[in-house]
């Protein structure tokens, strides 16, 4: 037991929002929703998937043959370089009704030819080649555009509408509203505190150590003391980078180890496809100072207390503030103790 135990609230300095931690609410009785999480016995090719190698997708397109990583560009991009200025349909002079045009570039990543391979099911050579095309990509958008967001969906429960492995990139010029309030409180912590706020976090943690759930070289795995999601963890570089196309070789090798790792611990937490979206946050490509931003990914899974039973982001976390039902501490004792084993290789938690 951690010595959390009780209901109390935690800040959060990247975004300043609150948490509602009452670690007592998990042994409440769950007569709720249960999710689908069968067992996937999914093909290692299937003809209909069009993120498959060789097979076409929703416009014709004929995928190559791929025999490593395959990007495309988003059939159906949520961004696309078309500018429609929309001063033509709403003049931008009223401060309650602001809008403006939006452009940008979509790409989806497949992370291998293998229909049927997540990121833990792949060897650290294989998740290095992901992390290597996450590199290349984000070393040719934030060329041109300020913003630029790798991430991916896991699992139907996060929307995910393709089986296939693969995570996405959407870039754009304009600053999301994340990117903006991390940006702004690492600014502020800067200013008043003379540090990089990631940078004195990671330190705190690797010397606290009971919310660390795994540590190389260059990267710590931490149950962040703030996280909102039960199983929420935040990816950290332990070295003064910024942005994802400033990786050397040993940070993108210990990267690799550090996924496979976590990736795999997470799928041993319930011996299942361990659904979650993560994504990184690099300092926007168009500052003259970035020092105060420190790369960082965040994984956000929704599963709580089984295959099935998710935490539900509802009723007071979309009207007051999030909430969570067991301690980060906790969660990450579980994370640490669970098995870098996958669970398909013969390993099942007692
Ligand atoms: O022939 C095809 C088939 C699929 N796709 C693209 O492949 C992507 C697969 O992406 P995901 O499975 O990660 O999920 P989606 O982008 O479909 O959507 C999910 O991720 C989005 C971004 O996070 C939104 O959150 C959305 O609500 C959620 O359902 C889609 O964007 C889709 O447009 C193509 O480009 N061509
Ligand atoms: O109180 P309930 O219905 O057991 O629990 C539900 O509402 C709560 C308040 O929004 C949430 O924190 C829980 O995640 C949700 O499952
Ligand atoms: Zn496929």
């Known amino acids: 037991m951690s010595q959390f135990e009780f209901t109390h609230r935690r800040k959060n300095p990247l975004t300043g929002k609150w948490v509602l931690v009452s670690p007592h609410r998990n042994n409440r009785p769950w007569l709720g929703a249960t999710e689908q999480n069968a067992p996937s016995n999914l093909p290692e090719y299937k003809s209909t998937c069009p993120l498959c190698p060789g097979n076409h997708r929703a416009n014709d397109t004929c995928n190559p043959a791929y025999d490593n990583t395959f990007v495309f560009t988003n059939d159906f991009g949520a961004l696309t370089t078309q500018a429609t200025d929309p001063s033509a349909v709403l003049n931008n002079d009223n401060p309650l009704f602001e809008i403006e045009q939006a452009t940008g570039e979509c790409r989806v990543i497949c992370f291998s030819p293998k229909h049927n391979k997540t990121l833990p099911e792949l060897s650290v050579a294989e998740i290095r080649a992901v992390v290597d095309t996450w590199k290349q990509n984000y070393i040719e958008l934030s060329a041109q555009y300020a913003c630029v967001h790798i991430f991916e969906n896991k699992g139907e429960v996060m929307g995910c509408s393709q089986p296939h492995p693969h995570g996405q990139v959407w870039a754009h010029n304009h600053l999301s509203t994340e990117i903006q309030l991390e940006q ?19 330190k705190h943690e690797s010397a606290d150590g009971e919310r660390v759930v795994y540590e190389n070289e260059h990267w710590l795995v931490i149950v962040p003391f703030w996280a909102a999601w039960p199983f929420e963890t935040l990816l950290v570089c332990k070295d003064d980078i910024r942005q994802f196309g ?105």
């Open 246 to 350: 400033q990786l050397t070789d040993t940070q993108s090798t210990t990267l690799a180890e550090a996924i496979k790792v976590l990736t795999t611990r997470y799928d041993n937490v319930f011996n299942c496809s361990f659904p979650y979206s993560m994504g990184w946050h690099s300092a926007p490509s168009n500052l003259t100072d970035n020092s105060y931003w420190r790369l960082h990914a965040h994984f956000y899974p929704p599963l709580l207390r089984s295959a099935t039973v998710k935490k539900h982001m509802v009723g007071y976390e979309m009207l007051a503030e999030s909430q969570r039902d067991l301690s980060p501490e906790t969660a990450a004792k579980i994370l640490k103790n669970a098995s870098d084993i996958h669970y398909s290789q013969g390993n099942h938690n007692e």
């Open 184 to 202: 702004d409180n690492q600014r502020t912590y800067q200013q008043n505190h003379g540090g990089n706020l990631l940078g004195d976090y990671v």
